[in-house]
């Protein structure tokens, strides 16, 4: 029998040449990738497009109340709120400006006799809202199912100064 000598100088037999095989596993990586990454993926894809969502509707709440804060101003116009919020969600959103909705709505003050919905009319005191809305489908970034036929909308009302 073989000896060796070890620090303590204690002899010790020799363990040998190893002859321990290991269980063969080729393709058992590629088995366990092929079955996490699809989750993995469509667990990015839905921050990813939940994400988008929120800065979507981020900028509707911000055209909305700039909108309603342009609209309280005097001398302003339906035609230039709305020209308004147009340029700036198109621009941000590459979206089409036929699918924002936008509506302007007046409610006068009691001690005033504002009638109508124009901003040109409105009064001190009277109450401005700004509705935006635009569809996700026509802002998202991937065609799916997650939030298909949502609105993504914002309503700011001011009073007119």
């Not at 989750?39 to 909305?64: C, D, K, P, W, Y």
């Not at 309603?68 to 400006?97: C, F, H, M, P």
């Not at 909308?153 to 001011?158: E, F, R």
Request: hydrophobic share 45%.
């Amino acid at each position: 029998m073989n000896h060796f000598i070890n620090r303590n100088h204690v002899c010790l037999p020799n363990p040998g040449p190893r002859n321990i095989r290991k269980p063969k596993r080729t393709g058992a990586a590629l088995v366990e990738a092929a079955v996490v990454l699809p989750v993995f993926f469509l667990a990015i894809a839905g921050i990813v497009e939940f994400g988008r969502a929120m800065m979507v509707s981020q900028l509707v709440t911000n055209a909305s109340r700039e909108a309603a804060r342009r609209g309280v101003l005097d001398g302003a116009t339906n035609a230039e709120i709305e020209a308004y919020i147009q340029d700036k969600l198109s621009g941000a959103l590459n979206a089409d400006v036929s699918s924002i909705s936008i509506a302007i709505t007046i409610t006068p003050d009691p001690a005033n006799t504002t009638t109508g919905n124009n901003l040109a009319d409105a009064q001190m005191y009277d109450l401005v809202t700004v509705d935006v809305s635009i569809p996700y489908n026509k802002v998202g970034f991937i065609a799916g199912r997650w939030l298909e036929g949502k609105q993504l909308s914002a309503q700011t009302t001011m009073r007119h100064e």
